[in-house]
């Protein structure tokens, strides 16, 4: 490595020595790092330490450590992450690219060998349970049964994945959520070079840094380590030793004072900061939260709003290193050498936070006083719209004049609705009535102070008499041993399974899809009635059709309000006011009842949560139960891919490939278009990971080879099986296709004949006759989860360009990935302002030329469209191929075939 600042030196810890990359040895040269961001010190750092004259030059650092805050980004770096961090959903398609890839060397005549992690990737499994039972003290080891039962092809490939790659870990299920795992055990905050097999030379201390397949990477922002979530595409490539290329972003920054009210909760707060920085704008930026506020804020509470910086749409939510985190790794069980070199090395960097630190420059400012958040939710669609609790009511009822028509007027749901045969009381099931309530997710399962309320207000609705509606299907998914540890010594368990919040396992359950069935009844009451109905969860995500399939209504909130509404069995209510229901003496209940003090969570965390909790629950955390361990795999280099499995099949990526690169692009020409698209098409519409329709594509593809209703799974569980996935593509239960009126679920036209029929078979039929496709969309297309099969899928289908008015940034960067070229209308224009029905030709003119000469002549490219009377409309559309980086994964059809040929090319 390059040395061209003089920035190489010693830090001494203890009794060990470290190299390190000293910050200062700028300030020498005139640069004044007082006034950068934190995030971008720690950038700073990274391509000071990677400079190798080719991808990272001297040039580089200069221009980062002269950041102007008011620039428009325009000057590429490359990040190297000190590690990469994956969970089952998408880590398997990771795993199983990197294994087709290694028949492809082998086939190429290379050394599969060579396909191994550079950096340290951990995956912990976690997506894969689901809460089929509920409700009951088995209910663990039901639901844990059942995902080793659905999911034993996925892992034994997992395990072979463990024994056949190096520098590849799996955390076995059971153990947590990926976010909580590593924000509790897996984060070192200063990574040693000594943690990676594959280092060599000296022992080098640096930031811990990571890129992980997940959106929700980002909660680990909360303890100061810079990362972010990107598509399974381009952390594959991190794992091979390619950096993550990006543009110097600009950077938000957000001052926090003040302290939360009584009554108000972490929940409350990271609600209230996603509608502001929604507001203002934050996507594709760096967000860095400062001020005298942070002294007020545990740890928790601020992973808490790191985590949910993909819902806010930034790329980073992130707190610098103070006293506080150097307090939370005592607790969590890190070694006490570790957390002396944490404090050493950010101090002798000038990273650590105190009172006595000058606030950098930032690209623009926003101030909240803590003290002004209240108790709210958001809801019924999107995490952004956050409703007063007060509100919500009155919020419900406006949604539901939408979701089904007519006046959706203030009347009292409750008094009508269709009667529900479900226990020997009568009840009836109306629009607002709460079917699932779940505490789940990494949001807030990580946070000591809402899982502890949650319990007290179960203790006192206990003491009251009071219980769950019977038509709530209640669960407890705690993000980690630790909490169930804290939970029972506080006393709180009995209580919450009292009220029927049971423990259904430890991962990501409702907040990902995998809520499980509804009992029949509910379910024909809702079919009968075509009604709203609502779930009430603590998670992070409440888009269309991804919570439960029969639930439109979705509204998150903290893990107390949970309780409190699955009590109330009904969101179209004021808590606030009305209440709960009636105690033992017949008297009315309200929230503020049984809504505990700030004084009393402080004190039962403190007499309830032991350092040794941690340390106990993370132990083993490598190794997995007798299921695990007794699970049967394959040996050997390359994966011995079965014909018959419906799970885990050799993709058709590297099919045909040839050694060299192509000398030019294939031009767009004569594409018709497959969908036309609204605004905040989310991933889970492009690529949904929930249940699979028996009378979909993919529930015929998987009838047709032997598999029973039963067994289905979901689409997420199969992301292991290019067949089922590209089947899955646009087949969200909500998606509407402008080009098929009057469907919903993923249809589209044969434009040649008009014929309407599944997306999936109009795509089959387009390809077939070699015809190109195409996507027309509104703002925000691919917001949500970092999905990569949402690229993938299109790709196989064939769909070679999407024309949208704004992309979220790492679906577009997964859509280069895979060859998938994203075409941005001009500002103030979309495909109604042009004229645009979906019904026409398209051609990209010139699109060779321009990457050729690598967009020498601007990014902004001719569309012409072709109507049906032979008439063209033509207009200007950017092309978002944003760096020269991608425009070489482009050239090469995706950043795999791009890698691999580097790797041939490396080893010839």
Partial sequence: MKNSFAARATLKVGEREYEIYRLDALAQQGVNLKRLPYSLRILL?????????????????????????????????????????????TGVPCVVDLAAMRDAMAEMGGDPSLINPLQPVELVIDHSVQVDAFGSEAALLINKDLEFERNKERYAFLRWGQTAFQNFKVVPPGNGIVHQVNLEYLARVVFTSDENPRATGPVQAYPDTLVGTDSHTTMI??????????????????????????????????????????????TDLVLTVTEMLRKHGVVGKFVEFFGPGLAELPLADRATIANMAP???????????DAE?????????????????????????????????????????????????????????????????????????????????????????????????????????????????????CTNTSNPSVMVAAGLV??????????????????????????????????????????????????????????????????AAIEQGSLVVASVLSGNRNFEGRVQSEVKANYLMSPPLVVAYALAGRIDMDLTSESLGTDNEGKPVFLRDIWPTQAEVEGTIAQAIESDMYRSSYASV??????????????????????????????????????????????????????????????????????????????????????????????????????????????????????????????????????????YDAAMRYK?????????????????????????????????AVIAESYERIHRSNLVGMGVLPLQFLPGEHAASLGLTGTETFTVIGLPEAIANSFANGRELTVEATREDGSVLTFKALARIDTPQEIQYYIHGGILQYVLRQLLNEAA
Wanted: with cysteine; aromatic share 8%.
């Fill in 221 to 266: 922002n909360g303890l100061g380590v810079l990362g972010w979530g990107v598509g399974g595409i381009e952390a594959e490539a991190a794992m091979l030793g390619q950096p993550v290329s990006m543009l110097i972003p600009q950077v938000v920054g957000f001052r926090l004072t003040g302290k939360l009210s009584e009554g108000a909760t972490a």
């Fill in 311 to 321: 819902e806010y749409g930034a790329t980073c939510g992130i707190f610098p290193v």
């Fill in 45 to 89: 750092e990274n391509l000071l330490r990677t400079e190798n004259g080719r991808s990272v030059t001297a040039d580089d650092i200069r221009a980062l450590a002269a950041w102007q805050p008011q620039a428009e980004p325009d000057r590429e770096v490359a990040f190297t992450p000190a590690r990469v961090i994956l969970q089952d959903f």
């Fill in 622 to 759: 490598f190794v997995g139960d007798d299921l695990w361990e007794n699970i049967a795999i394959p040996t050997g280099d390359r994966f011995e891919w079965e014909a018959t499995s419906t799970y885990v099949r050799r993709p058709p990526y590297f099919d045909g490939m040839s050694k060299a690169a192509p000398t030019e692009v294939q031009p767009i020409a004569g594409a018709r278009v497959l969908a036309v698209l609204g605004d905040s098409i989310t991933t889970d519409h492009i690529s949904p990971a929930g249940s699979i329709k028996v009378n979909s594509p993919t529930g015929k593809y998987l009838i047709e080879h032997g598999v029973t209703t039963s067994e289905f799974n979901s689409y997420g569980s199969r992301r292991g099986n290019d067949e089922v996935m590209v089947r899955g593509t646009f087949a969200n239960i909500r998606l509407r296709n402008q080009l098929a009126p009057g469907t919903e679920g993923g249809f589209a036209p044969y434009l040649p004949t008009g014929e309407v029929m599944p997306l």
């Fill in 325 to 441: 985190t150097l307090r939370y790794l005592r607790f969590s069980g890190r070694s006490e050498e570790r957390v002396a070199l944490v404090e050493a090395y950010m101090k002798a960097q000038g990273l650590f936070h105190d009172a006595s630190t000058p606030a950098a420059e930032y690209t623009s400012l926003l101030e909240l006083d803590l003290a002004t958040v209240e108790p709210s939710v958001a809801g019924p669609k999107r995490p952004q719209d956050r409703v007063r609790l007060s509100g919500v009511n009155e919020s419900f009822h406006q949604a539901v004049k939408t979701m089904i028509g007519g006046n959706g007027n203030n009347g009292d749901f409750a008094a009508s609705g269709v009667p529900l045969p479900y226990t020997d009381a009568e009840h009836k099931l109306h629009h607002g009535s709460v079917v699932i309530a779940a505490i789940t997710s």
């Fill in 768 to 800: 077939a006759d070699g015809t190109p496709l195409m996507i027309l969309a509104g703002k925000e297309y691919g917001s949500g989860s970092s999905r990569d099969w949402a690229a993938k899928g299109p790709y196989l289908q064939g769909i070679k």
């Fill in 458 to 523: 179960a203790k006192k609705a206990v003491e009251r008499g009071l219980n769950t509606k019977p038509w709530v299907k209640p669960s407890l998914a705690p993000g980690s041993k630790v909490v169930t540890e804290y939970l029972n010594k506080a006393g709180l368990t009995p209580y919450l399974d009292a009220i029927r919040f049971n423990t259904v396992g430890y991962g990501c359950t409702t907040c990902i899809g995998n809520s499980g069935p509804l009992p029949e009844e509910v379910s």
